[in-house]
């Protein structure tokens, strides 16, 4: 008889470990980096609603960065774009064509220095230079805007006119290089068929 208690115990046991098991497998792990330079990281967490992302460093949560309901693309959560040493870029992103939104997250307080927010163009990390838009989806008034990491100086500077006579006009440009006296683009038009260069003085 006591073997027959301790086997039901054991099974009974197992079932619950598995339905444990089985409920966090509703829960994907967050699937992009989360350690940032300078000892900041970003924590992942989910409730009964939500999932939420912190920004944190030793352990020590400084923000909030942002949250969405449970089960959404961790991409419109958000996910980070270009890290550097005091700062980063938080992306969300939607598909379908539509703007990556950014943020440029000051790891030290957790606040958006982007106060107009933005949207994602390009970075080069090496060179430490963001390009972005502060409209979404720009027009031929709009402009696009350089900022130097390092300098925090932003400039702003025309956008090709071909690419406004299609859709997806951001995701259309790409940094080529950058010197400290010049960046250049490629952007694509005529239904992507075609690349052009452009250089722009800094």
Not at 56 to 78: D, V
Request: hydrophobic share 35%.
């Amino acid at each position: 008889m006591q073997r027959f208690c301790i086997l039901i115990t054991t099974i009974f046991i197992s079932v619950s470990l598995d339905a444990q098991i089985d409920s966090t497998d509703e829960i994907r792990a967050y699937e992009y980096d989360t350690t940032l330079k300078s000892g900041y990281n970003i924590s992942f967490k989910v409730d009964d609603s939500l999932q939420y992302l912190y920004l944190k460093k030793h352990g020590k949560t400084i923000t909030e960065l942002s949250s969405t309901s449970r089960g959404l693309p961790y991409k419109n959560l958000g996910y980070v774009g270009a890290d550097f040493k005091d700062y980063f870029v938080f992306v969300h992103s939607y598909g379908s064509g539509n703007p990556h939104y950014i943020e440029l997250i000051k790891k030290v307080t957790g606040e958006n220095i982007l106060k107009e927010g933005g949207a994602w163009i390009d970075v080069d990390t090496i060179k430490q230079v963001l390009l972005f838009s502060k409209a979404d989806i720009p027009d031929e008034t709009d402009k696009m805007t350089l900022l130097d990491i390092t300098t925090m100086k932003q400039k702003d500077y025309p956008f090709p006119k071909e690419i406004f006579a299609e859709p997806e006009k951001l995701n259309r440009i790409r940094l080529l290089n950058v010197t400290p006296k010049t960046f250049t683009i490629e952007y694509d038009y005529k239904d992507w068929s075609v690349t052009k260069k452009k250089t722009y003085s800094r």
